[in-house]
T-cell receptor, first 113, second 107 residues
Framework: DAMVIQNPRYQVTQFGKPVTLSCSQT?????MYWYQQKSSQAPKLLFH???????NEADTPDNFQSRRPNTSFCFLDIRSPGLGDAAMYLC????????????FGPGTRLTVL | DQQVKQNSPSLSVQEGRISILNCDYT??????FLWYKKYPAEGPTFLIS?????DKNEDGRFTVFLNKSAKHLSLHIVPSQPGDSAVYFC??????FGTGTSLTVIP
């Protein structure tokens, strides 16, 4: 049974055209994370929500925004995608304690034309 | 700057032998590490963790060793099986991931 679901799995957008990636979870976890992973690189944390509290990493570009309307859903909005934003975007959840395991979704592969 | 480093992009091991995957970190304040396993077209899945109060944690065929003075940890898989073929990520949860090591276990 899928616990962290990401839609779509593959997304193609045009340079500068806003795009939204979605993530949902059935685990009722407090924390949701968004990572960006470019080819042969480490997943890079963009931001995370602890319940409704939003935590932005210092070097996350302003072009990236996030929304969490409820416990189950979290969205990643890229306002004006550039060619450098092409990557795999991973959503993850955890219960919220420091040693909690993260559960990852399968990722959304974003292509920018 | 990469705070968690996996310097070997790939590793090949014969079935039944030991696989040793290595990870180095830069921040001595890091205190909780995890290893994740990732198959193609899937997200990473948790494999094993270790807290800085320990130097070893074992779970079946998987053992993680932590050397705090060297800022180094390693994952040992014994015996290696073909199903272990995957990319393995070391992470200081949840902020810093390594670039991963692709393990191939040859039957």
């Amino acid at each position: 049974d899928a616990m962290v679901i990401q839609n779509p799995r593959y997304q193609v957008t045009q340079f500068g055209k806003p795009v939204t990636l979605s993530c949902s979870q059935t685990l009722n976890h407090n924390v949701m994370y968004w990572y960006q992973q470019k080819s042969s690189q480490a997943p890079k944390l963009l931001f995370h929500y602890y319940d409704k509290d939003f935590n932005n990493e210092a070097d996350t570009p302003d072009n990236f925004q996030s929304r969490r309307p409820n416990t189950s859903f979290c969205f990643l909005d890229i306002r004006s995608p550039g060619l450098g934003d092409a990557a795999m975007y991973l959503c993850a959840t955890s219960g919220g304690q420091g040693t909690d395991t993260q559960y990852f979704g399968p990722g959304t592969r974003l292509t920018v034309l | 700057d990469q705070q968690v480093k996996q310097n070997s992009p790939s590793l090949s091991v014969q079935e039944g032998r030991i696989s040793i995957l290595n990870c180095d970190y830069t921040n001595s304040m890091f205190d909780y590490f995890l290893w994740y396993k990732k198959y193609p077209a899937e997200g990473p899945t948790f494999l094993i963790s270790i807290s800085s109060i320990k130097d070893k944690n074992e779970d079946g065929r998987f053992t993680v060793f932590l050397n705090k003075s060297a800022k180094h940890l390693s994952l040992h898989i014994v015996p290696s099986q073909p199903g272990d073929s995957a990319v393995y990520f070391c992470a200081e949860n949840p902020f810093y991931f390594g670039t991963g090591t692709s393990l191939t276990v040859i039957p």
